[in-house]
């Protein structure tokens, strides 16, 4: 089944001043078919800016007409001096209202674009793990905190870091 490439909105862009250009790039994908299966995606992201840390606060409704479908992507431009902390998490509701939340906690690399994939697992229905973790690609529940050093570079393709069937 091919999937389409799609960026989730046509980026936030929070500019700052010259430089090189300081970003993450959400990756979001799933293994559940979609509309099918996975209806929708509530995604909330915070930080770095603790004055002002919702930066999106968005829900996705795959089952709207013409709605993109996963890989989806979204950037996320520095804007000041603080890399972190950055909090992701999207919560993924089923059609038989079952959810998936997958969350990370990461920071921004100064002059760097770095991916972060993030993927919504049907192994990972229903489980529920404690504060600071987040339920793992093999359904197991782990820590939500990845260095922003050790993510992927952004390539500017989301189906390079799209999951794997």
Same mark, same amino acid.
């Given at each position: 089944?091919?999937?389409?490439?799609?960026?989730l909105l046509a980026g936030v862009l929070l500019l700052?001043?010259?430089?090189?250009?300081?970003?993450?790039?959400?990756?979001?994908?799933?293994?559940?078919?979609?509309?099918?299966?996975?209806?929708?995606?509530?995604?909330?992201?915070?930080?770095?800016?603790?004055?002002?840390?919702?930066?999106? @606060?968005?829900?996705?409704?795959?089952?709207?007409?013409?709605?993109?479908?996963?890989?989806?992507?979204?950037?996320?431009?520095?804007d000041g001096d603080e890399v972190g902390p950055v909090?992701?998490?999207?919560?993924?509701?089923?059609?038989?209202g079952q959810r998936v939340v997958r969350t990370v906690?990461?920071?921004?690399?100064?002059?760097?674009?770095?991916?972060?994939?993030?993927?919504? @697992?049907?192994?990972?229905?229903?489980?529920?793990?404690?504060?600071?973790?987040?339920?793992?690609?093999?359904?197991?529940?782990?820590?939500?905190?990845?260095?922003?050093?050790?993510?992927?570079?952004?390539?500017?393709?989301?189906?390079?870091?799209?999951?794997?069937?």
């Amino acid at each position: 089944m091919s999937r389409a490439r799609t960026s989730l909105l046509a980026g936030v862009l929070l500019l700052g001043c010259g430089g090189d250009l300081t970003e993450l790039v959400l990756v979001l994908d799933s293994d559940m078919p979609v509309p099918a299966e996975l209806e929708r995606v509530d995604l909330v992201i915070l930080g770095p800016n603790p004055e002002q840390p919702e930066v999106v @606060n968005q829900t996705l409704a795959f089952t709207l007409p013409g709605a993109p479908t996963p890989p989806l992507s979204l950037g996320l431009v520095l804007d000041g001096d603080e890399v972190g902390p950055v909090i992701v998490e999207a919560t993924g509701t089923t059609a038989s209202g079952q959810r998936v939340v997958r969350t990370v906690t990461t920071n921004f690399v100064n002059g760097d674009s770095r991916a972060l994939p993030l993927r919504l @697992n049907a192994r990972c229905l229903d489980v529920t793990c404690d504060r600071g973790s987040t339920c793992g690609d093999d359904g197991v529940c782990q820590t939500d905190a990845v260095p922003g050093e050790s993510l992927p570079s952004w390539t500017g393709d989301p189906a390079d870091f799209a999951s794997l069937d």
